[in-house]
């Protein structure tokens, strides 16, 4: 049973398309996170949510939106796509209130193709 | 602001022999170190962490990590390096002070020979 799942893994699509990525976790978890893997490998925290309250956003475009319906789940929406978008989207999530000492779990990525 | 510096981009070593994988960090208040790897088209993995108490730490897979205050490191190590630890390892640091924000390093690519 996956601790924290993904979808889409993969998604193709063209520049100035609208596309979602959904989160959830199974683990209980009070926290949930999307960070963004380039190219290079590099790894970046885009956005945190705890008990679905926005905690932590990054300098990340405003065409870039998190929700999260409840504490299992973190969706990502992101309109007009640019080419610069194309990365691992990785989501992640971890036990405890924001200033938490726990480990993160992370999904297996989404992986976003911007042609 | 927090910081993670992981000098090696790439460790070669040959299997048998004792890997280091190394990581210095800033950051303000007290800090929390981990250590993940993440396996070709996979998620991370964490391995290690130290938040308090105990200066070595042990993980999985045989891994340990001393965390060295007075120079801000926090080197991963294992005495016997497999083929199979081969992979992608991030260091990442948080704090008390920072609302549960993880920063990672730019990761450190193991390779280990037969």
């Known amino acids: 049973d996956t601790a924290v799942s993904q979808t889409p893994k993969y998604l193709v699509t063209q520049m100035g398309n609208d596309k979602s990525i959904k989160c959830e976790q199974n683990l209980g978890h009070d926290t949930m996170y999307w960070y963004k893997q380039d190219s290079k490998k590099f790894l970046k925290i885009m956005f945190s949510y705890n008990n679905k309250e926005l905690i932590i956003n990054e300098t990340v475009p405003n065409r870039f939106s998190p929700k999260s319906p409840d504490k299992a789940h973190l969706n990502l929406h992101i309109n007009s796509l640019e080419l610069g978008d194309s990365a691992v989207y990785f989501c992640?999530?971890?036990?405890?209130?924001?200033?938490?000492?726990?480990?993160?779990?992370f999904g297996e990525g989404s992986r976003l193709t911007v042609l | 602001a927090q910081s993670v510096a992981q000098p090696e981009d790439q460790v070669n070593v040959a299997e048998g022999n004792p890997l280091t994988v190394k990581c210095t960090y800033s950051v303000s208040g007290n800090p929390y170190l981990f250590w993940y790897v993440q396996y070709p088209n996979r998620g991370l993995q964490f391995l290690l962490k130290?938040?308090?108490?105990?200066?070595l730490v042990k993980g999985s897979y045989g891994f340990e990590a001393e965390f060295n205050k007075s120079q801000t490191s926090f080197h991963l190590k294992k005495p016997s390096a497999l083929v199979s630890d081969s992979a992608l390892y991030f260091c990442?640091?948080?704090?008390?002070?920072?609302?549960?924000?993880?920063?990672f390093g730019d990761g450190t690519t193991l390779t280990v020979k037969p």
């Open positions: 130290y938040i308090t108490g105990d200066n």
């Open positions: 992640a999530s971890s036990q405890g209130a924001p200033t938490n000492t726990g480990e993160l779990f």
């Open positions: 990442a640091v948080s704090s008390n002070t920072n609302a549960g924000k993880s920063t």
